[in-house]
Each structure stands twice: as C-alpha cells, then as structure tokens.
C-alpha cells in the first residue's frame, strides 16, 4: 500500500509523540504499529518528579534505556 505522499513500503512501526491522529492513521492508511518516542516518555516522567531528583531518575532512565 502507498501512501498520497508517495511512501511505496509500508511501515510495520511508526515512531512519535501520540499526537491526536497519529495512531488512526497509521491503522487506517498502513495498518502500523505506534511506539511512543523514548524522548517523550522521559520528558513526562521527570516532569512529575521534584527537581532535587529529576537529574538522578534521568539517570536511572538512561540506563534502563
């Protein structure tokens, strides 16, 4: 399947930041898998922490990574 943009392979994963439509397109255009971006996921977690211990979870999170 292509896409209007001229995409000739279909993904079997798309990489983002779950933006409204995001995932509905790709099952509807490519029938794709969505991954939420690594970068993201670490953003909203540290966001919700105190700041005296977001430098050490970064950390933590990294490694895990």
């Not at 279909?10 to 971006?37: H, M, N, S, T, Y």
Request: hydrophobic share 45%.
């Amino acid at each position: 399947m292509s896409s209007k943009r001229g995409l000739q392979i279909a993904p079997a994963i798309a990489v983002g930041d779950r933006a409204l439509g995001f995932r509905k397109a790709l099952e509807e255009v490519f029938a794709a898998c969505d991954q939420r971006c690594w970068v993201y996921n670490t953003v909203n977690i540290l966001e919700k922490l105190p700041l005296s211990v977001q430098a050490a979870m970064k950390k933590y999170l990294h490694e895990i990574h």
